[in-house]
């Protein structure tokens, strides 16, 4: 009998993949200068350090670790956790945190705690392509928000509550991917506001929070969240490493009970010896040295590819951003980025191409650019024929 598409779950069957997992196909390709991922540079992963926390931690608690845990978590991670989001402006306790395997899964579970098929989920265009794959998934649909320089707009997401009653909204506050833009303080204040006033979960994803290369740290939206509808999310692994698979969610918890137990029939629990090594990390004191570091160094590369536009035409703009991974720039109006990247890749330069972070798809004139996973004269010359393409 033949294997065909009629054999797979509805909510799957148009479920294509991550466009950027397909990109990865290409990087393989000898000279290839990758713009394309959002992976943390090689320089940033502190293997040493790793492997000596790894090593006390199975010295000091190896049995425990090497059994099965607790769904809720590693205990010292999450007290860990409640005292490093305070730098977030999130005063929380232990019982309102669940380390799960990376923010990713935070929002899966979420999603799968709380989404109907035919429920509508608010969320920034463009966004996180594997955001929006995760909602069509679970058969949501999705209500794009306009952006600006300053992030979502608050009168448009009220405007859209009225209109779509939606049960979520989706929301990457800080050098969001793929603009690299961030939600400003009013703004921060005002969808915490409409998430508590109309009852409306706001999933808030804030894995690139830390990684601030100038300007003022924010709050999160979660620090004006008065009634619990705000779900926070955060990720250890664009600081310490993308391997390990560690993050954590903050809910209210009456829906942080229906997360663990969904995540019960997922996985058990997030594997408990890179939940003890975060843990070490964090309580030795030994992250904000390390992000410090880091941050040093993707302040370079990110300087490098913003003055590499000077290779563009001047009708090619672009974000600035104060931090994150990622830049966002716009070809003009008609022009293709698709067709782009086909040169590009030719040419041994590699992007991810707008119209995959939109909902509905269109605004094909624009492309993302990653640059903390190459150096900095490689960045140059990557720009460089890039704008000559241009």
Avoid: C
């Avoid at 290839?32 to 940033?44: E, H, K, R, V, Y």
């Avoid at 929380?92 to 989920?121: M, R, W």
């Avoid at 070809?331 to 191409?353: C, I, Q």
């Avoid at 640059?371 to 010359?381: A, K, L, W």
């Amino acid at each position: 009998m033949e294997f065909t598409q009629d054999i797979f779950a509805e909510q799957m069957k148009p479920i294509t993949g991550s466009a950027i997992r397909q990109i990865f196909h290409l990087l393989a390709k000898p000279g290839m200068i990758s713009f394309a991922g959002g992976n943390p540079s090689a320089d940033a992963l502190d293997v040493e350090t790793v492997a000596e926390l790894a090593q006390e931690a199975l010295s000091t608690k190896g049995k425990a670790i090497l059994q099965y845990g607790a769904t809720e978590g590693w205990a010292p991670l999450r007290e860990s956790i409640a005292e490093f989001v305070k730098t977030a402006g999130i005063e929380t306790s232990p019982a309102e945190i669940l380390p799960v395997h990376g923010s990713s899964q935070a929002f899966d579970l979420l999603l799968k705690a709380v989404i109907n098929p035919g429920d509508t989920i608010l969320a920034e265009s463009p966004t996180f392509l594997g955001a929006l794959q995760a909602m069509r998934i679970y058969g949501a649909n999705i209500v794009s928000l306009p952006m600006d320089e300053n992030g979502v707009i608050p009168e448009a997401a009220e405007e859209a509550i009225k209109k779509h009653h939606p049960k979520m909204m989706y929301i990457i506050p800080t050098f969001q991917n793929p603009t690299g833009v961030t939600l400003s303080l009013e703004r921060r204040k005002a969808m915490a506001e409409l998430a508590n006033k109309y009852g409306v979960i706001l999933a808030e994803d804030d894995p690139y929070r830390d990684l601030r290369y100038s300007g003022d740290p924010l709050p999160a939206i979660k620090s004006f969240d008065t009634d619990g509808w705000v779900v926070y999310m955060t990720s250890f692994s664009k600081l310490i490493a993308p391997g390990m698979r560690v993050g954590a969610a903050i809910a209210n918890p009456t829906l942080l009970r229906k997360i663990v137990i969904g995540k019960q029939s997922a996985d058990t629990h997030t594997t408990a010896l890179t939940q003890a090594i975060v843990d070490l990390y964090i309580r030795k004191g030994l992250l904000m040295p390390h992000i410090e570091r880091i941050n040093k160094a993707y302040k370079r590369q990110l300087d490098a590819m913003l003055d590499g536009f000077k290779y563009f035409p001047e009708n090619v703009t672009h974000t600035v951003p104060q931090g994150g991974l990622f830049v966002w720039a716009s070809l003009p109006e008609g022009a293709n980025a698709l067709e782009l990247f086909e040169r590009a890749v030719e040419n041994n330069v590699a992007f991810v191409p707008g119209t995959h972070f939109y909902a509905d798809g269109g605004n094909l004139n624009t492309f993302r650019l990653n640059f903390s996973n190459s150096p900095v004269d490689v960045i140059e010359t990557g720009m460089k024929k890039l704008g000559g393409l241009i």
